[in-house]
């Protein structure tokens, strides 16, 4: 579904990644673990078209996604969530979930999609006419999450779902999680918590210093020692 | 015979600071969402009211009924320049973007009056059509046509903004991009045609000011300075964002200067700006910090 | 090798038009060049807080008629001899900027740029106000007015800020200026005292500006004094400034040539004004593609040449 292979991405002049490949099949989930500043965001930004690779190539469903703005890349059904979740403060949740179906064709089935997002996330309805800034920090990930939905994506990545949360709520967003992706929606997490991470994953990455250092099976890598000792901490 | 002055004095500052909320909210919108300060704001309001001149002139076509044109006229012409010269800009770093798109600007401003003195020479260009000069009674107040008229302009004018803003998806996408630029390109807004059209927006807003300036009082090609300056005490007064604030403080300002014209005669203009640099400088956010 | 010839070329500079006014009379010339003098001095003086300093002050013109107005009271009516008049133009700038600075530089970036041209406004405004007048130069001067002193005031105040501007240049004063102009904060915190700096570079900048405007009242046959402290002031040395080449000691001068010869050429098929917006349109191509300016475009082009050469 998604393939990613061989990019270089730039910050300016200092260059992030070197040689990512990766692979999201339908349907899957896969998580990238690494410490912070490995360029975990760096590719998902990449993917989401904010950032353009200076080589290598992007495709997701037969299409070309490296020279692709970022409007174009939500159109053909890949939605990022981003880190700190961009919720839009100054606008009523109803507004910024109604902006997540910005394009013509999810905006068509804009009141479907709104309801089946209530669904999974009901305290969203009760919130709709209140303004985002309001929000705590867990309904605000559950907004982003929401918002994300609404453009109907096939592909749904998401940065630091977990960030700055309480476990409780964590664990309640990573059950919606997988609600969605069992409704066919694939997921591409990016997680510095490593255990939830591989919980949630049938596959991950693990990235250092801008570079995929091992990729396999999350099963596989939990039980893998030099996995436990840098990034489980139990040894 | 006082309530009389009183009350004169205050519809003269409501209907002249309504046309400075009008000129306000088109500089606030720039700045709001695209971190552009459009220094030529004020030139391209000059332009506006040139180009009604010529309708009126010309096609004998009324200011009033010219209004969708100018604002049309001017929207095309902001489109122009945004795309040949603050285009490129946008990509930069927030500081140097809003430094260097500031100096373009300023290079437009002035350009636009050396070509309008070449086009329209340099003297005083004003309308007036069969109506003004006439006013009609109210409670011992008299109220113009003309400046009726500019009043009810204005109110039309930044109501429809208001609503453009609030309730269709591409004044939603306006706004979401003036709040959170990286969100917005994620939810798949096409931030360039978003700056694009808020840039033309804006100059559109000028455009239409321009005509009630030049309704009002009279154009000259070395004008523009001055809105431009009157445009960023209104939004200075009204902090960034909302457009129904740069409007009331639109008419705060006018009524200010109207009431202290009385006292102040000619320092009154020094005294807006004197007001602008001392919010300027003990507001730590700079002028337009968010509210 | 290079120093002694460049040293060489400017001294012959220096004294051609030292002798200038010895080898003609012709008045178009004098002014011609005397016009191109102030504005290397006005534009100069603009360089230090503008183009070393980063500060980009649209409110020069205030400092330029305070200066002017200063100078001529100085001269004409309190009846002091015509250097102190011009040096007290300087100081009373300087004065002013010292009561206003610590205020001015609360304001950054952009706010920085739009408060001071406000302020000149409001002292624009006031002047007009207060002194609406014309200040006519006294029938006695009038008669026996003669351009030559003139031109040689201008001169020598066109040397001092060149001057001024290359000790600068130099100094361990300039290399704090620039530090601030490249980032600011990165000056901070490397131990520059940037506020200090500002204020320095603000003083320097407007003693320099205040001197300029003393050349303007001993010149000026009559003229009103809210119009000394029109922007045209300003923005005439911040485009000649841009164009010229910004932080440079060579561009400003350049700019100031090209910019009167261009006056003087378009004046003589189009109607006045067009040079400024010659220079507009020079100015925003400067600020998109060539920020060095015509300095910049002439190096590459003699590199060109000379690598041709080779």
């Known amino acids: 579904m998604l393939e990613v292979n061989n990019i270089d991405v730039y910050h300016g002049n200092l260059q992030a990644l070197w040689d990512v490949s990766l692979e999201v099949g339908e349907g899957e989930r896969v998580s990238l673990i690494g410490a912070n500043g490995a360029g975990k965001t760096t590719i998902v930004e990449t993917v989401s078209g904010l950032l353009t690779p200076a080589s290598g190539s992007m495709v997701f469903n037969g299409v070309r996604l490296d020279k692709e703005p970022s409007q174009r890349v939500v159109r053909l059904g890949v939605c990022l969530v981003p880190e700190e979740r961009g919720i839009f403060f100054g606008m009523s949740v109803l507004e910024n979930l109604e902006l997540g179906a910005f394009h013509k064709k999810s905006r068509k089935v804009k009141d479907e999609t709104l309801e089946s997002v209530y669904g999974l996330f009901p305290l969203l309805k009760d919130r709709s006419r209140q303004v985002a800034g309001t929000l705590s920090g867990g309904e605000q990930q559950m907004l982003a999450i929401g918002r994300g939905l609404m453009s109907k994506p096939k592909l749904l990545m998401l940065d630091e779902p977990s960030l700055g949360l309480a476990p409780i709520i964590v664990k309640n967003i990573f059950e919606v999680i997988k609600q969605i992706n069992r409704s066919g929606v694939s997921i591409l997490l990016v997680e510095q918590n490593v255990r939830i991470a591989l919980g949630l994953a049938q596959r991950a990455y693990i990235i250092e210093n801008g570079r995929i250092i091992q990729h396999g099976d999350a099963k596989d890598l939990l039980s893998d020692e030099q996995v436990k000792d840098a990034y489980l901490g139990t040894g | ?291 | 090798m290079n120093n002694w010839k460049q040293f060489s070329i400017n001294g012959g500079i220096l004294v051609l038009l030292i002798l200038v006014p010895l080898i003609t009379s012709r008045t178009d010339v004098l002014t011609w060049l005397y016009l191109t003098l102030v504005y290397i001095a006005l534009s100069q003086s603009w360089n230090i807080i503008g183009g070393y300093t980063g500060q980009i002050n649209l409110g020069h013109a205030a400092f330029f008629g305070i200066g002017a107005l200063a100078a001529r009271y100085i001269w004409l009516h309190f009846g002091l001899p015509l250097p102190l008049a011009v040096l007290g133009g300087g100081l009373a700038s300087m004065i002013f900027a010292l009561a206003i600075g610590v205020l001015v530089f609360r304001l950054k970036g952009i706010y920085f740029i739009i408060g001071t041209l406000v302020l000149a406004e409001i002292l624009r405004l006031i002047f007009y106000t207060i002194l609406p007048e014309a200040d006519v130069m006294p029938m006695k001067l009038l008669g026996a007015y003669s351009l030559v002193p003139r031109y040689y005031l201008s001169l020598l105040i066109a040397v001092i800020t060149v001057a001024v501007v290359y000790w600068i240049s130099r100094s361990r004063l300039g290399l704090g200026l620039m530090s601030i102009r490249d980032d600011e904060d990165a000056a901070e915190a490397s131990g520059v005292d940037t506020q200090r700096y500002k204020l320095l570079a603000f003083n320097i900048s407007t003693f320099l500006a205040g001197l300029t405007g003393g050349i303007y009242a001993y010149y000026s046959a009559a003229f009103r004094a809210g119009g000394l402290f029109e922007p045209v002031w300003t923005f005439d040395a911040v485009i000649i400034v841009f164009v010229g080449g910004v932080g440079t000691i060579a561009g400003p001068i350049i700019g100031s040539v090209f910019f009167v010869l261009l006056k003087q050429i378009l004046s003589l098929y189009l109607p006045g004004g067009l040079h400024v917006a010659v220079f507009g349109v020079l100015f925003i191509i400067v600020v998109l593609y060539l920020p060095g300016g015509l300095i910049e475009l002439m190096t590459k082009f003699r590199k060109r040449t000379s690598a041709g050469d080779q």
Do not use: C
Not at chain 2, 57 to 75: E, K, M, N, Q
Not at chain 2, 126 to 143: A, D, E, K, Q
């Open chain 2, 1 to 291: 015979m006082m309530f009389g002055l009183v009350a004169q004095t205050f519809i003269n500052g409501i209907t002249i600071g309504a046309m400075y909320g009008l000129i306000a909210v088109g500089l606030s919108l720039t700045f709001g969402v695209m971190k552009i300060l459009n220094v030529a704001h004020g030139e391209f309001l000059m332009i506006g009211g040139y180009i009604a001149f010529w309708l009126f002139t010309r096609y004998d076509i009324d200011p009033l009924l010219g209004l969708p044109l100018v604002a049309i006229a001017l929207f095309l012409f902001g489109a122009v320049f945004y795309k040949i010269l603050f285009s490129g800009l946008v990509k930069f770093h927030e500081e140097i973007k809003m430094k260097n798109t500031l100096l373009v600007a300023f290079g437009l401003s002035l350009i636009f009056p050396q070509v309008a003195r070449w086009l329209w020479t340099a003297d005083e260009r004003g309308i007036t059509p069969f109506y003004s000069g006439g006013s009609f009674p109210i409670l011992g107040v008299r109220i113009g046509y003309v400046p009726l008229a500019g009043l009810i302009v204005a109110v039309v004018v930044i109501l429809a903004l208001h609503l453009l803003l609030t309730k269709t998806y591409f004044g939603k996408s306006v706004r979401a991009t003036s709040e959170n630029y990286k969100a917005a390109k994620l939810v798949g807004i096409n931030v360039n045609r978003t700056y694009l059209v808020t840039f033309s927006l804006g100059a559109a807003l000028a455009g239409l000011a321009g005509v009630l300036v030049v309704m009002t009082q009279a154009v000259v090609p070395d004008m523009g300075m001055a809105w431009t300056i009157k445009a960023l005490i209104v939004v200075v007064l009204a902090g960034i964002g909302s457009v129904g604030g740069a409007f009331f403080a639109g008419i705060l300002l006018g009524v200010i200067e109207s009431v202290s014209a009385i006292f102040m005669g000619p320092y009154t203009v020094a005294l807006g700006m004197g007001i602008f640099l001392l919010i300027l400088m003990f507001r730590p956010q700079g002028l337009f910090g968010k509210a």
